[in-house]
């Protein structure tokens, strides 16, 4: 089990993250089964696309946009699949993170090199976080900008 928890950890490469996720991959390999869990993510429920972003999950990053942005249309069901993104995408990164190890593996046969590799492919994207921020500043800035431009009207009708 030592092995294990740190290949999660060169895998997370990050050690304020690294409980949460031996937790959760804890709960994903039950018994020595791989299925599915509920496991909590505040960050994955606000950040969606840019948490998957984050952790390096981009083909699911963009599938995840295209699917929100259908469901999103649909009354109610994009808020529940937005409340499910929570639970939901730390699964996939644990996913991610089962492939790549099986692949690292397979050609790493020291340990250590194993770690490395893992560090490598893994890891975070940091420019995840700042790309986030910025278009949620200019969303919310585009729609202040508006309802400006709807209120000067109404006031020059008045």
């Given at each position: 089990?030592?092995?294990?928890?740190?290949?999660?950890?060169?895998?997370?490469?990050?050690?304020?993250?690294?409980?949460?996720?031996q937790?959760?991959?804890?709960?994903?390999?039950?018994?020595?089964?791989?299925?599915?869990?509920?496991?909590?993510?505040?960050?994955?429920?606000?950040?969606?696309?840019?948490y998957?972003l984050?952790?390096?999950?981009?083909?699911?990053?963009?599938?995840?946009?295209?699917?929100?942005?259908v469901?999103?249309?649909?009354?109610?069901?994009?808020?529940?699949?937005?409340?499910?993104?929570?639970?939901?995408?730390?699964?996939?990164?644990?996913?991610?993170?089962?492939?790549?190890?099986?692949?690292?593996?397979?050609?790493?046969?020291?340990?250590?090199?194993?770690?490395?590799?893992?560090?490598?492919?893994?890891?975070?994207?940091?420019?995840?976080?700042?790309?986030?921020?910025?278009?949620?500043?200019?969303?919310?800035?585009?729609?202040?900008?508006?309802?400006?431009?709807?209120?000067?009207?109404?006031?020059?009708?008045?």
């Open positions: 089990m030592q092995k294990e928890s740190k290949a999660i950890e060169a895998y997370i490469d990050k050690e304020q993250s690294n409980d949460f996720y937790k959760g991959f804890a709960k994903y390999s039950a018994a020595g089964v791989d299925k599915f869990a509920w496991h909590w993510s505040w960050w994955a429920m606000f950040g969606g696309v840019f998957l984050y952790r390096k999950l981009y083909l699911e990053a963009l599938i995840f946009f295209v699917v929100f942005a469901v999103g249309m649909i009354p109610f069901a994009g808020l529940v699949a937005w409340i499910a993104t929570g639970g939901v995408l730390p699964y996939l990164v644990y996913k991610r993170y089962k492939n790549v190890k099986a692949q690292v593996e397979m050609n790493f046969a020291d340990e250590d090199d194993q770690l490395k590799a893992l560090r490598e492919v893994g890891g975070y994207n940091q420019w995840a976080i700042w790309l986030g921020i910025g278009l949620h500043v200019l969303i919310w800035a585009g729609m202040f900008y508006m309802l400006s431009i709807v209120m000067v009207g109404m006031m020059q009708q008045i």
